[in-house]
């Protein structure tokens, strides 16, 4: 009984660390998504493309707290969808 208590702790302080892990993943991947977008609207404004809108803003906190609440293919599709509308931009 006393091995399969330490087996459990064991299992459990297992999981816990990749809990930490995969928070820590996901703190990295918004943050990297906050400065994308963030860099995105500064390129909006540079280029003085004009988008708007709930994905065009310069709050990094924001963009990072949106992240946060959306699957990463959601992000993902996000910063693509700004990229893409900002090389049309670029091409007038």
Known sequence: MHSTRKALIAAAAVAAQFGLVATAHAQTTCQWYAATALKQQQDNERLKCGFEGVAWHADLGRHLQWCKGVSPDEWKAAA???????????KR
């Open 80 to 90: 693509q969808e700004r990229e893409k509308q900002l090389a049309q931009c670029a």
